[in-house]
Each structure stands twice: as structure tokens, then as C-alpha cells.
T-cell receptor, first 114, second 114 residues
Framework: DGGITQSPKYLFRKEGQNVTLSCEQNLNHDAMYWYRQDPGQGLRLIYYSQIVNDFQKGDIAEGYSVSREKKESFPLTVTSAQKNPTAFYLCASKVAGRDNQPQHFGDGTRLSIL | AQSVAQPEDQVNVAEGNPLTVKCTYSVSGNPYLFWYVQYPNRGLQFLLK??????LVKGSYGFEAEFNKSQTSFHLKKPSALVSDSALYFCAVRDNNAGNMLTFGGGTRLMVKP
């Protein structure tokens, strides 16, 4: 089955530590997205990529970094500069340039501070 | 600025009764509107979309939504609620002025009681 796989499901970060969240898709989608979800709030866009080797900042990019070296992979690094990283992180993908198509989501990674 | 509002944090309904989850939007140009559902500790699942055409859109699991241009609304409906419909529901609109990204509402928790 095609889909989006996020790992790990749960992640704990120590103070001053960088952690990387994995997102892999086998849907052959060009566009990929990272969102942050906090309780009682909607999704906020962190970074997105429309094509390999290119990515753009979203609304809340500070303290995060990404790479897009392969079409199927879009890892997110939560750096020590992100002072409030505890949240549920969702990765999504869709066909690029087709705004009438929905985004497909992974099952998320829940990040907590130790 | 384009935005989406879900005025109710929570909607309670008895099983078998009709349900409505409200969404209003503000966009420039023609709106592309989406509804997603999220179960606990899972990603978002696409339910339905309005792009153009018939104002009544039918989607997955018996859900439908009515696009009302004059009231700038896109309310989600179901004629007969099931306990298994209990989840978090998100309305989203394509943001024409932000690289065609999706802007999400804050979410509405639907509780269906037996």
C-alpha cells in the first residue's frame, strides 16, 4: 500500500540536543510538508518542499531545519534553538501543482522534552 | 489575509441524530475547501473537498458538506451520527497568497454519545 511513514512514533529530547524526525513516502509525490500541532490549535506549517533539493520556510520555521535530497524523503530536525519543541509533528505530501488534490498525512511523531 | 474559522471547539450529538460541524472562510478568489478527520494519535484523513460545481459535496463515511458562497461557509454534515464518528475535524482552505498552501482551522472535537 502506498502511504507516508513517520518515525519514530514517540521521541524524547534532552536539553541542548538536536533530534531528527523521519518522513518517507512511496506515493511518488513531489510536494512534501511538515506541520506542528499543539493541543487546541490547528496545524501550523513549518517547512515545505515542492521538488527535490528545494524547500521553503513556512509560518514557524525558526528552530527547525529540513533537507530534501531524495523525492521520497523529507526529514525534519528540531534544533536546540527551538525552545518549546513539545508537540505532535505531522508530515504530508501531495502532487505538486495540483491544488485541487488533497494532502496525504502520516501518523505523526510526538516529541517531548526530558 | 486568508483564514478559516471553526467557531465550535466541541460539538456533542446523540447517536443516530444528524450532525453539523461549522466552518467559515475568508479568501480572495475562488476557494478550494477541504475537510479532514483526525483520530487520536493519528494523522489527518481526507474526507471531502469543494473545488467547483455542485454546492453539495459528498465524501467518505457518509459525510457531506455544503458550500455557501454568500455566507462563506462550508459546513460538514452527516444525516445520522455514529459513535465511531467521534474525532477531531479540521476545515482547510487553499491560501492563494501563500504559495497555495493550506490554511487550517483550529479544529472541532465531535463527541457522539450512545
Amino acid at each position: 500500500d502506498g502511504g507516508i511513514t513517520q518515525s519514530p512514533k514517540y521521541l524524547f529530547r534532552k536539553e541542548g540536543q538536536n533530534v531528527t524526525l523521519s518522513c518517507e513516502q512511496n506515493l511518488n509525490h513531489d510536494a512534501m510538508y511538515w506541520y506542528r500541532q499543539d493541543p487546541g490549535q490547528g496545524l501550523r506549517l513549518i517547512y515545505y518542499s515542492q521538488i527535490v533539493n528545494d524547500f521553503q520556510k513556512g509560518d514557524i520555521a525558526e528552530g527547525y531545519s529540513v533537507s530534501r535530497e531524495k523525492k521520497e524523503s523529507f526529514p525534519l530536525t528540531v534544533t536546540s534553538a527551538q525552545k518549546n519543541p513539545t508537540a505532535f509533528y505531522l508530515c504530508a505530501s501531495k502532487v505538486a501543482g495540483r491544488d485541487n488534490q488533497p494532502q496525504h498525512f502520516g501518523d505523526g511523531t510526538r516529541l517531548s522534552i526530558l | 489575509a486568508q483564514s478559516v474559522a471553526q467557531p465550535e471547539d466541541q460539538v456533542n450529538v446523540a447517536e443516530g441524530n444528524p450532525l453539523t460541524v461549522k466552518c467559515t472562510y475568508s479568501v480572495s478568489g475562488n476557494p478550494y475547501l477541504f475537510w479532514y478527520v483526525q483520530y487520536p494519535n493519528r494523522g489527518l484523513q481526507f474526507l471531502l473537498k469543494y473545488i467547483t460545481g455542485d454546492n453539495l459535496v459528498k465524501g467518505s463515511y457518509g459525510f457531506e458538506a455544503e458550500f455557501n458562497k454568500s455566507q462563506t461557509s462550508f459546513h460538514l454534515k452527516k444525516p445520522s451520527a455514529l459513535v465511531s464518528d467521534s474525532a477531531l475535524y479540521f476545515c482547510a482552505v487553499r491560501d492563494n497568497n501563500a504559495g497555495n498552501m493550506l490554511t487550517f482551522g483550529g479544529g472541532t472535537r465531535l463527541m457522539v454519545k450512545p
